[in-house]
């Protein structure tokens, strides 16, 4: 796997999370009745700079979990059974926004769906990603998105973070 190119350097993503949080804020007016679900593992990491950036423009905590989609995935069959979604607040009635580092086919927001319904019925369920690639093969739309980059399917895009890599950035890597 050789990289070709960083997208985003850490001024860039920290800019893609403000304008994402500012986005999410003016739909939702406000966040009230809000709530973030990170998809493990960096969409968990996003998704508390989405809260933190919140709590500084609003002053308001809101509540933020992550979600295990592995036993609700259709191309890779988990064999553990083991099930590491922390969501510790109800999320009946609330407007949940699930946070995931990248789009591709749809399919992990399919199976986010999934994991999510089964733990309540929320009011509404938005979808927050840093980068959107291209490539659906299921009708899935973020409704914020930090960037648009357009790449070949012999392409990946991977998303760093300090929290689990010790540094913030996003590559493209050629697959060939």
Do not use: W
């Amino acid at each position: 796997m050789k990289q070709k190119a960083v997208i985003m350097d850490e001024n860039a993503m920290k800019r893609a999370v403000a304008r994402i949080t500012y986005e999410i804020l003016e739909r939702n007016k406000g966040a009230n009745t809000l709530c973030i679900i990170g998809v493990l593992s960096r969409g968990v990491h996003l998704a508390n700079r989405i809260a933190k950036k919140i709590f500084e423009l609003e002053n308001v905590e809101v509540n933020v979990g992550a979600l295990d989609i592995t036993p609700y995935r259709d191309d890779e069959k988990n064999t553990t059974e083991s099930d590491k979604t922390d969501i510790k607040f109800d999320i009946k009635d609330k407007d949940v926004v699930i946070v995931d580092d990248v789009i591709y086919t749809g399919r992990s927001t399919r199976a986010a769906l999934d994991a999510l319904i089964e733990r309540g019925r929320p009011k509404s369920i938005q979808l927050a990603v840093l980068i959107d690639r291209g490539h659906r093969e299921l009708p899935m739309r973020p409704d914020y998105v930090g960037k648009n980059v357009p790449t070949s399917r012999d392409e990946t895009v991977k998303v760093m973070v300090k929290e689990v890599d010790g540094e913030d950035n996003v590559a493209i890597y050629d697959m060939t």
